[in-house]
């Protein structure tokens, strides 16, 4: 069975390739996408592309609706989306993501530290699977994929 997979949420940490490894290390048949994680490239892709704004709103309003057209496509494709909260910034667009997700009827799964449980309980309630670890979130494809 062939899997698309989004990965959403923060991009301060690795657990993006944790997942990468791990399925490919299961042998998973999975397709992972994802936003741009370079925050530069994010961030200036509406100046690069449309031109420079004066106003750092009207700069992060381009950004934002360039960046959506990727992620619409994506989570749009997706079989699963999963969304990461890590502990260190508060991750609007992941919250967005997710609830973008739910409303769409994806199959989603949450990841975050439990000291977010309570901040991120509609998040929580919102999804199929709640998990600590990118580990967990390989078994939970993992098994997806077992034919028992």
């Known amino acids: 069975m062939q899997l698309n997979v989004y990965l959403s ?3 301060h940490s690795n657990w993006r390739d944790a997942i990468a490894e791990g399925v490919k290390a299961a042998g998973l048949d999975v397709t992972l996408t994802g ?4 925050h530069g490239a994010s961030d200036d892709c509406g100046d ?9 709103f009207w700069k992060d309003h381009k950004a934002a609706k360039i960046n959506a ?3 619409r496509k994506l ?25 973008y997700a739910a409303a769409l009827g994806k199959s989603l799964i949450v990841q975050h ?20 670890t990118p580990q ?3 078994d939970i494809l993992s098994y997806i994929h077992r034919d028992q």
């Open 9 to 11: 949420g923060e991009i």
């Open 35 to 38: 936003p741009n994680t370079n």
């Open 48 to 56: 690069d592309i449309l031109g420079a704004e004066a106003s750092n």
């Open 69 to 71: 057209l990727r992620t």
């Open 75 to 99: 989570i749009g494709d997706a079989d699963i989306v999963v969304v990461r909260f890590g502990d260190q910034y508060k991750q609007w667009n992941a919250a967005f993501d997710a609830g």
């Open 113 to 132: 530290d439990p000291s977010l449980t309570h901040p991120l309980k509609e998040v929580d309630a919102a999804a199929l699977a709640v998990c600590e």
């Open 136 to 138: 967990q979130v390989v």
